[in-house]
Structures are given as C-alpha cells and as structure tokens.
C-alpha cells in the first residue's frame, strides 16, 4: 500500500468536501464543507489543509483555516486546526495529518474543538488547554422596558454603529457561515456580539458566545440579548464561555464539564488566543 501525502489545493477542496460529508458528518453537506475552506478574511493560506491519498482516492484529511491577527502591535500568523479524518482501513496513516500541519514554520496553532482521543495526543505535542469555564443560561422571554435597549441583527444597523476593531472584525466575519452577528444599542453604548447555533444531545438549541465587544453592557443587558436568542433564533439557552465573557451571567449556571479548546505557541499565552478566524466561524455543525 503506498499512500501519499499533500497539502490541500484549490482543486482538492470538492473532493475533500465529499469525503468529509460521507466519512465524518453526513449532516454537513458537501457544498457546506468546501464553503468553510473559502475563508471571507483575507489569508496567506498556503494550503486549506493535508490530505491523504491512496492511489486516485482520498482516505484521510486534516483540514486548515489561516489568518493574520495584530497582537500587541505585531502580525502573528494562526493556522487552525479543523476537522480531521481518516478511514479506518488508514489509521495507522493518520498522525501523518498532523505532523505536516505542525511542521510548518512560524505559526501559532488552536484546536478549538479536538475530539476526546485527540486531547491527551494534543497534550503530548506541547498543545496548552485552555479554562473553557462555561456558564449555561437560560434563554426566556423576560419582560423588557422600552427605550432601555435594543436588540438588531440588521447589517446596515451593525455597519453603521460599530467602529474600531469591531467593525474590523464584523467585515472579516460577515460572510462567515457559523457566524451570527447582533449590536446590543443602549444610549450612545453599544456591545457587538458574535456567536453561533450549536448541537448537544442531538438537539440543535444552543447559542455559543464567540466574541464580546462591550462585557460591562453585555453583562447589563444580557437577559435581552437571552429574549433575543430565544424569541430569534430558536435558542433554548445560551453557553457563554467565562474567557469570552468575563463573568458568569445573571441565571447562569455553571457547567459541570466544558469542551476543551487548546493552542501551542512558543510566546503567546492564553490571554492572547480568541475564538475568531477560524472553524468555529465558518463551519456550521
């Protein structure tokens, strides 16, 4: 058996799609899959991934997402890690994924969202946990005073009011699939939020917290934004990682266990890893 491997091109994508909708998540269309390989920011990727190949067919794939983040006034290069597959009968072929991905030079790598068994290998390679502390809130339509503030998802009203950084990162994301976007307006105040729909125990009722851009007004009005979610977008309750959002929310509760999230990098800390530009964004699931 000789199986090769290669970085992910351009002309790879559709194909690697149909092998990730029909080997890893048939819930993930196929179109779905290539869509979240052509990231809305821009990126000097030099691949969207590896992948493996057993004479014309592909058996495995590691997939990739890069950006460019300024950190304390310098560009640092990320380069997240995504989805991983390899068929059973090429497992042994698997670490092969991996080793091409961390073997490039210079980056800062996130797992966002390894699987069970790739936490303690993650580990063994220097990768750092993150605290994903995760508060659980209840979504219900509490009674709201009028004026006091608002809630819009309407792009103009997003383009309009945020400004600095926000803005910066509302552009890079808009056209993310997984990212779902919302301005919390209250006074001359504003909070820009991101976040995304997720499954747990087969029920697709989640709202997850990406970013903050205001957590003192978040935090005030959060049981708004929770009306919103609920009446919106079908969000039984929202999960708010304490990292993204500074402290535990009023009628939260804290989650006993949290998915772990995990970075390597030789001089950036914890402090300095977000959620943004990478699969959490662009991969819906």
Not at 69 to 79: K, L, M, Y
């Amino acid at each position: 058996m000789t199986v090769g491997l290669a970085p992910i091109t351009a002309a790879d994508v559709p194909e690697v799609a149909r092998f990730m909708q029909t080997e890893l998540n048939p819930r993930v269309d196929a179109t779905q899959w290539a869509g979240a390989l052509d990231v809305p920011w821009v990126a000097h990727a030099p691949n969207h991934g590896f992948l493996l190949r057993d004479e014309d067919k592909v058996v495995g794939a590691y997939l990739a997402y890069y950006s460019e983040r300024t950190i304390e006034g310098r560009t640092e290069p990320f380069c997240n890690l995504g989805a991983w597959c390899v068929l059973e009968s090429h497992r042994s072929h698997g670490l092969r994924l991996l080793r091409a991905l961390l073997a490039q030079k210079g980056y800062h790598f996130t797992d966002l969202s390894p699987s069970g068994n790739v936490v303690p290998l993650n580990k063994r390679l220097k990768f750092q946990v993150l605290d994903t502390t995760t508060a659980l809130v209840p979504n219900l339509p509490w009674p709201t005073l009028p004026g006091r503030c608002s809630v819009s998802s309407d792009a103009s009203v997003l383009s309009a009011t945020l400004d600095g950084e926000d803005l910066r990162i509302y552009g890079d994301h808009q056209r993310a699939a997984a990212a779902r976007h919302v301005v919390l307006l209250s006074g001359g105040e504003h909070c820009y939020v991101m976040y995304r729909k997720d499954t747990r125990k087969g029920l697709r009722v989640f709202a997850t917290v990406l970013h903050v851009g205001n957590a003192a007004l978040f935090h005030r009005y959060s049981r708004h934004l929770s009306r919103y979610l609920l009446l919106h977008e079908g969000a039984a309750a929202t999960l708010a990682e304490l990292r993204v959002v500074g402290e535990r929310p009023p009628a939260a509760v804290t989650l006993r266990t949290s998915r772990p999230k995990m970075f390597r990098s030789p001089t950036l800390g914890p402090e300095n890893i977000d959620y943004l530009y990478s699969e959490l964004t662009c991969l819906a699931w």
